[in-house]
């Protein structure tokens, strides 16, 4: 059954740094975007990043852009996203979602719910001041 499964997140200081790891079970990692979603407490879901090896490479949200990175593990079949100098409005539930084999974001541009198909349970992130 293909789905993803994230690791990574867990109770950090602010201006610490978190490896948020997806894996894909049951499909290769290159063959679909994958995107990273996050859930602040009383908040609606919204889009952070996404990444497809196979067109459109790295995109990042502006509250993100300048202190993340994402890599891929091709032996281990997952992509991560690296966040650098997190603070407490970064703490939420972060969600990975595979959607299909290429995506494309202008600048400005959030990925959206709808385009994935498939995600995670999700890992909590918590940041204390």
């Known amino acids: 059954q293909v789905h993803v499964v994230e690791s990574g997140g867990g109770s950090v200081q602010a201006g610490e740094s978190l490896n948020l790891c997806c894996t894909a079970v049951g499909y290769n990692i290159s063959s679909r975007c994958t995107a990273w979603f996050r859930q602040a407490p009383g908040k609606e879901r919204e889009g952070i990043a996404a990444?497809?090896?196979?067109?459109?490479?790295?995109h990042y949200v502006a509250s993100v852009k300048a202190r993340s990175s994402i890599s891929q593990d091709n032996a281990k079949n997952t992509v991560c996203l690296r966040m650098n100098g997190l603070s407490p409005d970064d703490t939420g539930m972060y969600y990975c979602?595979?959607?299909?084999?290429?995506?494309?974001?202008?600048?400005?541009?959030?990925?959206?719910?709808?385009?994935?198909?498939?995600w995670g349970q999700g890992t909590q992130v918590t940041v204390s001041s």
């Open positions: 979602a595979a959607g299909s084999e290429r995506c494309y974001y202008g600048d400005g541009a959030v990925p959206q719910l709808y385009e994935y198909a498939d």
């Open positions: 990444f497809s090896l196979r067109g459109g490479g790295s």
